[in-house]
Every structure is written in structure tokens, then in C-alpha cells.
């Protein structure tokens, strides 16, 4: 029975992440920054649509966000909030300033609203 919630689950979010998908669109004037989040990890890349190229990518894989004890720390909020930096200051050094945000069919709550912040803080807008 656990199985059967997980399954409908993961395909409600990729319900949601088309219908969102349909009505947003990166262009090279405003991109679109999608974001993944994964158990153990986030990711978010800023993707020009209209060539089908990623122009920026950041994720926690690989971030010094370790807790204590050296074990993986990257599904977290604070590692939402080093990423969003990341990709905010990566972006604005690119000449990016305002792109189109796409929260991949989750809700708009804690690692996905954390990364959006951060994001704003390193200079991009949406």
C-alpha cells in the first residue's frame, strides 16, 4: 500500500509540473529557472527555452553543507539557501537579471521557497 501512495504521488507532481510547464516559458530575454528536489539533494538550473540550452546550473551535490558529522546535508533548507545564492550571483556575473521562476510541481514551501529567496538576494528577480 506504501507503494501505491508514493507512485500516485510522484505522478501528481509530474501532472502539475506540465500543466505549470504550458504556460511557462524561458526566452533568451527572460529564462526560466526550474528547480529539482530530490530527498537528499537540490538542484536548480536557469534553461533558455527558445534554443534548449542550459545557460546556469547549481545544485547542493558537491556543496561544503555537511553537518557535523561529514554526512551528506544537501536536502535541507540551508542547503536550499547556498544554492539559490550560488545560482543568483552566477546569473547576475552572466548578465542575467530577471528570469521566469518554475517550481517543477512543488508547492511553494520550504526548500523551493528558501532556493526562490536566496535567489532574489543574489540579485535575480521574478
Do not use: W
Request: cysteine-free; glycine content about 16%; proline content about 1%.
Amino acid at each position: 500500500m506504501k507503494k501505491l501512495a508514493k507512485k500516485k504521488r510522484v505522478y501528481g507532481r509530474l501532472r502539475r509540473r506540465k500543466r505549470i510547464k504550458l504556460k511557462i516559458v524561458g526566452t533568451s530575454e527572460k529564462p526560466r529557472l526550474s528547480v529539482f528536489r530530490s530527498s537528499k539533494n537540490i538542484y536548480a538550473q536557469i534553461i533558455d527555452d527558445s534554443l534548449g540550452v542550459t545557460l546556469i546550473a547549481s545544485s547542493s551535490l558537491g556543496q561544503a553543507t555537511a553537518g557535523k558529522g561529514g554526512k551528506g546535508g544537501g536536502g535541507n533548507i540551508k542547503a536550499a539557501k547556498i544554492v539559490g545564492k550560488s545560482l543568483g550571483e552566477k546569473a547576475v556575473a552572466k548578465g542575467i537579471k530577471k528570469v521566469v521562476f518554475d517550481r517543477g510541481g512543488y508547492l511553494y514551501h520550504g526548500r523551493v521557497k528558501a532556493l526562490a529567496d536566496a535567489a532574489r538576494e543574489g540579485g535575480l528577480e521574478f
